[in-house]
């Protein structure tokens, strides 16, 4: 039934979490702002690890993070990512191809280190991310391999990628092969930081028809239109015409078209771990739907019960088979 050979081509930063529990007290003598992403240079990723308290080392990555949950549903991914041919970069490599995974990009031999992210994650769930980008900062428009990208369903973009040059040469690349092989091109708008320091190049790629599927939490689409109000900024978004998928952490998500606007609840949760990776794992939960042409409202079921899921242990990747939640809760996975 379907043609392509990979549901979902992820395209972002190959970054390995350092993953610690801490308290407010930390962030504050660190100067760090809470549930933000900022960026670091390796010092002060050093630094960090050398304070913060023992840790988890797990492969992550939004858009990595992304593939991998769609993998855990039983469908067909790919990646590409940078890394170097170091400790981390070895790690990251096996982790996704061990998930079946297709990650084609060569490793860097010299320059920065693997990327980490340095992840302190608070007594309430929240994670406050401090990310080196090292290695990831070098993905070039040539690291597109067009076969993969021709292959793809659907090509799903991050938009931390927006910050090296070169990476987002690389992007608007992508997006363009895709678009002539027949494909779809998503993005997830990871940041509200993010969306404030490229608010008007974020929709300049959905007005010029660059992107189709917006994700987005309620924080980065009110920046992405400059409201306090969220009612606004859904309205402002309706109007662009691109599909758009708005979560709303324990309000469920929003799935917005330009002819109505569906509100589909989160599923429930025992106790929040930690909310790392819970975007992300919205994201494969969706795509995974929307390769199999199921109704938005199936998608967004999907997304809220991988994110459930993710948000229950450390870590932005499941533990368990998504794909048998899915079964067990009624959901559709082939």
């Not at 900022?38 to 492969?59: F, H, K, N, T, W």
């Not at 990208?149 to 363009?176: C, H, M, N, R, T």
């Not at 992107?211 to 980065?220: G, L, Q, R």
Request: charged share 20%; aromatic share 8%; proline share 4%.
């Amino acid at each position: 039934m379907f043609h392509h050979r990979y549901d979902v081509l992820g395209i972002g930063n190959a970054i390995v979490d350092i993953i610690a529990h801490t308290d407010e007290a930390f962030l504050v003598s660190q100067s760090v702002h809470k549930g933000a992403m900022i960026l670091i240079d390796e010092a002060r990723a050093q630094a960090l690890y050398e304070a913060m308290g023992p840790a988890v080392v797990i492969s992550g990555g939004c858009a990595a993070n992304t593939v991998a949950g769609l993998a855990s549903f039983g469908g067909h991914g790919a990646f590409i990512g940078k890394v170097k041919t170091d400790e981390l970069g070895g790690r990251f490599t096996h982790d996704i191809r061990a998930l079946g995974i297709h990650f084609p990009t060569a490793p860097a031999a010299n320059g920065p280190a693997t990327a980490r992210s340095m992840i302190l994650v608070t007594p309430d769930g929240e994670r406050t991310m401090n990310t080196y980008l090292g290695a990831c900062q070098n993905l070039t428009p040539a690291d597109i391999d067009r076969d993969t990208v021709e292959a793809s369903g659907i090509v799903y973009l991050e938009g931390y990628l927006w910050d090296p040059p070169a990476a987002k040469e690389a992007f608007v690349k992508a997006a363009d092969i895709a678009h002539g092989a027949g494909g779809r091109v998503a993005i997830t708008l990871s940041d509200s930081f993010c969306v404030d320091r490229y608010r008007d190049e974020f929709l300049a790629l959905v007005r010029d028809g660059k992107v189709d599927i917006v994700f987005a939490n309620e924080h980065e689409l009110k920046s992405l239109y400059q409201t306090a109000d969220f009612d606004t900024a859904v309205a402002a978004f309706r109007r662009e015409g691109a599909l758009g998928v708005v979560t709303r952490s324990e309000k469920g998500c929003l799935v917005v078209e330009r002819e109505e606007t569906a509100s589909v609840p989160a599923f429930p949760i025992d106790r929040l771990v930690d909310t790392t990776g819970a975007g992300d794992l919205f994201a494969a939960g969706f795509l995974f739907g929307l390769a199999r042409h199921y109704d938005h409202r199936t998608c967004a079921r999907l997304g809220a019960l991988a994110a459930a899921e993710v948000i229950q242990h450390l870590g932005a990747r499941p533990q368990r088979s998504l794909r048998d939640m899915a079964i067990d809760n009624g959901l559709p996975v082939e």
